[in-house]
């Protein structure tokens, strides 16, 4: 876990000062949770959670949103500040802050995406097949948003189709009983072994 987050902290900046890791994959994958184990390693790194800046109206069309409010004033040295989407209410919050510290976290689906692939220093993939991952999903959500899972499992095909992420990830992340394995990515890691973890988060990277 620490060599991970050794390994990130290394990494050249990519968007102003700060290093940009997505974190991508199919909803239900477990990336919030990755995610959060991941910037407590990093030592509290900031966590951008992209179902803050979609909202039902945009399922996937918030690519300007997300460069308005947070990526160029990353690219400027910035705090960025965005308005996050309360999905019960259905409508969008107070600002928050999100701060350009030295390395933030985006996660969710689209993180890959090609508008954000130039500002990422490494995109991360939940390497979960999707009819696992979105079984997981509509257990976790109940059935009080089946509907919801009906409008986005084909929103989602599509969108990946169309733009996929996968293909252009550093590394794969794949959950094991003994916790996370995570392997170089289609685009090749920085070395060739694979690391597991014991219960205590992510593995080392790669």
């Known amino acids: 876990m620490h060599q991970l987050a050794s390994r990130l902290r290394r990494l050249p900046p990519s968007c102003g000062p700060v290093r940009l890791i997505g974190v991508d994959g199919h909803a239900g994958s477990g990336k919030s949770t990755f ?3 991941l910037a407590e390693a990093i030592g509290g790194a900031p966590v951008l959670h ?9 399922l996937f069309a918030w690519t300007e949103q997300l460069l308005t409010q947070v990526i160029e004033p990353f690219e400027r040295g910035e705090s960025a500040r965005y308005t996050p989407y309360d999905w019960r209410a259905r409508r969008f919050g107070a600002p928050r802050t999100l701060p350009a510290e030295p390395v933030v976290l985006v996660e969710g689906v689209g993180a890959g995406r ?9 995109l991360l993939w939940m390497d979960v097949p999707a009819e696992q991952a979105w079984a997981r999903g509509r257990s976790r959500d109940g059935e009080e948003q089946r509907e919801f899972w009906d409008g986005w499992v084909p929103a989602e095909l599509g969108h990946f189709a169309a733009d996929p992420s996968r293909p252009y990830a550093d590394a794969l992340v794949r959950q094991s009983p003994e916790g996370y394995e995570v392997l170089p ?11 597991v973890t014991h219960g205590e988060g992510p593995a080392a990277m790669w």
């Open 50 to 58: 992209l179902d803050d800046i979609a909202s039902h109206a945009r």
């Open 114 to 122: 090609r508008a954000l692939r130039p500002v990422l220093s490494c």
């Open 35 to 37: 995610a959060a184990a």
């Open 185 to 195: 990515g289609p685009r090749g890691g920085p070395g060739p072994h694979q690391d």
